[in-house]
């Protein structure tokens, strides 16, 4: 179709128009280039309450309210809080070595039992306060609320040598294997390391430091 001479000169125009606002409105809209800062570790509740109302740790809240130990994790303490993802891990471990005897088994988060949390469960609770900025590359072992050791550390990484001059420190929550703890820097160390997705959540009482998601609950393996 063939507009008049003075009807495209119009569209043009507008079509001018548009673009400009456009490339305007896109211009104003790099607000994520924008530094907001160093997000707030503060959390104004407090740990129990913190893990049960996130989406990522609220079956942790129901497993500590099942064992009975909703006032350790709300003392003056710090948790290393397993994920729903690592929970989930361990139930299909659990659920694929019964399945070896029964094919029909059946085991869900509701079946763990009471006395495995109860042993276990203290194993990721801390006295006191612990924090990453007090946290040592070699680290330091710590005895949890069970009895049981973990050496907790923070270590850099060597993943983006020759991009950044200060390389980025991580949150590693440590098992002993065997008898005694081996050195830190041990290559062939058989002590099982674990990453900490998120650090330094500060509650009204507490600490929490959260466990990447590939870690089993309980460290369970049934090798």
């Known amino acids: 179709?063939?507009?008049?001479?003075?009807?495209?000169?119009?569209?043009?125009?507008?079509?001018?128009?548009?673009?400009?606002?456009?490339?305007?409105?896109?211009?104003n809209s790099d607000d994520y280039l924008v530094d907001g800062g160093i997000s707030d570790e503060n959390v104004n509740a407090t740990t129990f309450d913190f893990i049960k109302?996130?989406?990522?740790?609220?079956t942790l809240a129901i497993l500590?309210?099942?064992?009975?130990?909703?006032?350790?994790?709300?003392?003056?303490?710090?948790?290393f809080a397993p994920n729903n993802t690592s929970i989930k891990l361990y139930v299909n471990k659990v659920l694929e070595v019964m399945r070896n005897e029964d094919p029909q088994a059946q085991f869900t988060v509701n079946d763990i039992h009471v006395d495995t949390l109860k042993k276990y469960m203290g194993g990721f609770i801390f006295p006191g306060k612990i924090k990453r900025e007090n946290m040592t590359k070699e680290g330091e072992v710590l005895t949890a609320l069970n009895g049981e050791e973990r050496r907790i550390s923070l270590e850099p990484t060597d993943n983006y040598s020759g991009q950044l001059e200060t390389f980025p420190e991580y949150v590693y929550f440590t098992?002993?294997?065997?008898?005694?703890?081996?050195?830190?820097?041990?290559?062939?160390?058989?002590?099982?390391?674990y990453l900490i997705r998120t650090s330094n959540i500060s509650t009204t009482n507490g600490v929490v430091h959260v466990l990447q998601g590939s870690y089993v609950l309980f460290n369970y393996d049934p090798k």
């Not at 109302?53 to 609220?58: A, F, N, P, R, Y």
């Open 1 to 27: 179709m063939k507009y008049p001479l003075n009807t495209y000169k119009k569209m043009k125009n507008i079509g001018l128009i548009i673009l400009v606002f456009v490339t305007l409105y896109a211009c």
């Open 53 to 58: 109302s996130h989406k990522q740790l609220d």
């Open 64 to 79: 500590i309210e099942k064992a009975g130990m909703t006032t350790e994790v709300n003392g003056e303490n710090t948790l």
């Open 175 to 193: 098992y002993k294997v065997g008898d005694d703890w081996e050195a830190w820097d041990d290559g062939n160390s058989d002590d099982k390391k």
